[in-house]
């Protein structure tokens, strides 16, 4: 297993370890000692799994508040997406910065969002389906976003007109956004 620092602190992509033949594959998605012997020490609580049958389907920007603010590993089973994430922490030296990342069932990529940062995806292919972990549960009253087309984050999508859900139309402006994430640098 391999951890890549991202150009934004504290956003790991994560190369896992994949042992093929012509069987096909095998690797481990999750193995928590050696994410811990990777410095990670998440305690993941949920699973989460979704399916975009188009696509251009658009999920995101989210983020979700403290005190149940959630870090997520991402990765993809089917499909191909365009992921992103935005820095949201208050004085960070990268706010309102943002990184993308291609994951997909071929390269078998895991992207880890900490906490204090919004996310979202784009599906590069038909039938495409996520499966995150996180470490707190979804509590829908601190369910927050950011519009995907926020002007000043000016996040270069593979898409222009992409499928949302109406939730996700609605979303404000980074600089209106609800949000209580405070940097504290190393």
Known sequence: MKLVHAALSDVYLIEPSVFGDSRGFFMESYNRKKYEELGLHDDFIQDNHSLSTESGVLRGLHYQLSPKAQTKLVRVVAGVIFDVVVDIRKGSPTFGKWASFILSSSNKRQLLVPRGF???????????????????YYA???DRGIIWNDPTVAIDWPVSSPIL???????????????????VGA
């Open 140 to 142: 829908p009253e601190l």
């Open 165 to 183: 859900s109406e939730k996700d139309g609605k979303h404000p402006e980074l600089a209106r956004a609800d949000n209580n994430f405070v940097y």
């Open 118 to 136: 919004a996310h979202g995806f784009c599906t590069l292919s038909p039938n495409t389906e996520v499966v995150y972990k996180v470490n707190e």
